[in-house]
């Protein structure tokens, strides 16, 4: 086991206080994902990254912000702004260059935030 | 916009029986689609991908064009099968996934 790591396992914040969550990856992947799960709803793209300096909004950005500076590591801050994010989110990462076709994402443990 | 829509959200069966997961997509191309499950205490990965045609774990999905569905069938569902199935649509050479909302399989003894 290994390749995606997440930290922490849990984290609690205070409303008002922003949080980062932590996400590194040693397979070498290109591309990299922040989802939210929440029951019953599933997997929601929160933002992604395919290339090093680079990022785009997923399907829920609003109150969340990213930095890719490294290759390994995609960092991703929740924000005062994000009205409801007690939830678990997990990061994932791809091989895009050099391949053809869709591949398979390989995703981190998770990490369960929880706002008091 | 994409969208994947799994009905049920818990199936209990007992073991020996057959499973079937449902999964309907909207899309106006042509969509890649997948199945990915989650253990209890393990990380979510990926099952199959019906561009591979294969069959793991005696789990099998055939995509419909005509009727827009992805379901996942299984012929006689094992204890080990209990977890959390997710189908998930991507386009064509993207890698944007979108995910349905989940089913939870219970394989009772």
């Known amino acids: 086991d290994g390749g995606i790591t997440q930290s922490p396992k849990y984290l609690f914040r205070k409303e008002g206080q922003n949080v980062t969550l932590s996400c590194e990856q040693n397979l070498n992947h290109d591309a990299m994902y922040w989802y939210r799960q929440d029951p019953g709803q599933g997997l929601r793209l929160i933002y992604y990254?395919?290339?090093?300096?680079?990022?785009q909004k997923g399907d829920i950005a609003e109150g969340y912000s990213v930095s890719r500076e490294k290759k390994e590591s995609f960092p991703l801050t929740v924000t005062s702004a994000q009205k409801n994010p007690t939830a678990f989110y997990l990061c994932?990462?791809?091989?895009?260059?050099?391949?053809?076709?869709?591949?398979?994402?390989?995703f981190g443990p998770g990490t369960r935030l929880t706002v008091l | 916009a994409q969208r994947v829509t799994q009905p049920e959200k818990l199936l209990s069966v007992f073991k020996g029986a057959p499973v079937e997961l449902k999964c309907n997509y909207s899309y106006s191309g042509s969509p890649e689609l997948f199945w990915y499950v989650q253990y209890s205490r393990q990380r979510l990965q990926l099952l199959l991908r019906?561009?591979s045609r294969e069959s793991i774990k005696g789990f099998t999905a055939d995509l419909n064009k005509g009727e827009t569905s992805f379901h996942l069938k299984k012929p006689f569902a094992q204890e080990e099968d209990s977890a959390m199935y997710y189908c998930?649509?991507?386009?064509?050479?993207?890698?944007?996934?979108?995910f349905g909302g989940g089913t939870r399989v219970l394989v009772k003894p």
């Open positions: 998930a649509l991507t386009k064509a050479a993207g890698n944007k996934l979108t």
């Open positions: 994932a990462s791809t091989q895009t260059t050099g391949t053809s076709g869709v591949n398979e994402q390989f």
């Open positions: 019906h561009i």
């Open positions: 990254s395919q290339i090093v300096n680079d990022f």
